[in-house]
């Protein structure tokens, strides 16, 4: 199976701010790679996908990047309801999808 | 607009069978481009990903839960069902399904349905 590993597991931060969540996959898989984002006690919400494209509605704040093993997600100019729970998703291999555990922001 | 309603059981017994239903509407189960996708968060735990079924009826299961996964779709009444055997207290969690969403050879996970926490417990 493909494990993906985001850093950090937690984030402080401040509206305004510029933040940036990292998922490493332990092989490569290309750009295939989703970004969600969860609030609390509500269902994961699309974000990025296939590593940089921004789903439909998604404020162009958000930002992907990475090939390979490395990614990352930036949020420019962090706004109050971004303050969420990150997650990462490979679908390299479609016979056993699997997600990072999950970054969780903050407001410091 | 596309939406997804998990239903089922939110009380299940050690051993049992949980039978949860997917009903999706604003798409076809049998679009080239669409899946259905159940995937499952223990409380303050991370998502895992646990079925999958193609238009074309493919069906994929997690390799760990493999043995105790059955998913299956009625087309005509937009239902995509998930069974799992042999419950345990370490199955409770909030059980979502997604549509998965194709494209080239991209896939992701869009939308998702507002999720049912399933707790078993004697």
């Known amino acids: 199976d493909i494990h993906m590993t985001q850093s950090p597991s937690s984030l402080s931060a401040s509206v305004g701010d510029r933040v940036t969540i990292t998922c490493r996959a332990n092989q490569s898989i290309s750009n295939y790679l989703n970004w969600y984002q969860q609030k609390p006690g509500k269902a994961p919400k699309l974000l990025i996908y296939?590593?940089?494209s921004l789903q439909s509605g998604v404020p162009s704040r958000f930002s992907g990047s990475g090939s390979g093993t490395d990614f990352t997600l930036t949020i420019t100019s962090l706004q109050p309801e971004d303050f969420a729970t990150y997650c990462c998703?490979?679908?390299?291999?479609?016979?056993?999808?699997?997600f990072g555990q999950g970054t969780k922001l903050e407001i410091k | 607009q596309v939406t997804l309603k998990e239903s089922g059981p939110v009380l299940v017994k050690p051993t049992e069978t949980l039978t949860l239903t997917c009903t999706v509407s604003?798409?076809?189960?049998?679009?080239?481009?669409?899946?259905v996708t159940w995937i499952r968060q223990p409380p303050g735990k991370a998502l895992e990903w646990l079925a999958h079924i193609s238009s074309n009826d493919e069906k994929y299961y997690s390799t760990s839960l493999k043995s105790r996964l059955t998913i299956s779709k009625d087309t005509s009444k937009s239902h995509v069902v998930l069974t799992m055997t042999n419950m345990d207290p370490v199955d409770t969690a909030t059980y979502y399904c997604?549509?998965?969403?194709?494209?080239?050879?991209?896939?992701?996970?869009?939308?998702w349905g507002q999720g049912i926490l399933v707790t078993v417990s004697s």
């Open positions: 296939g590593a940089t």
């Open positions: 997604a549509r998965t969403h194709w494209l080239t050879l991209h896939n992701w996970f869009d939308p």
């Open positions: 604003g798409f076809s189960l049998s679009n080239a481009r669409m899946g």
């Open positions: 998703q490979q679908s390299y291999s479609t016979r056993m999808y699997t």
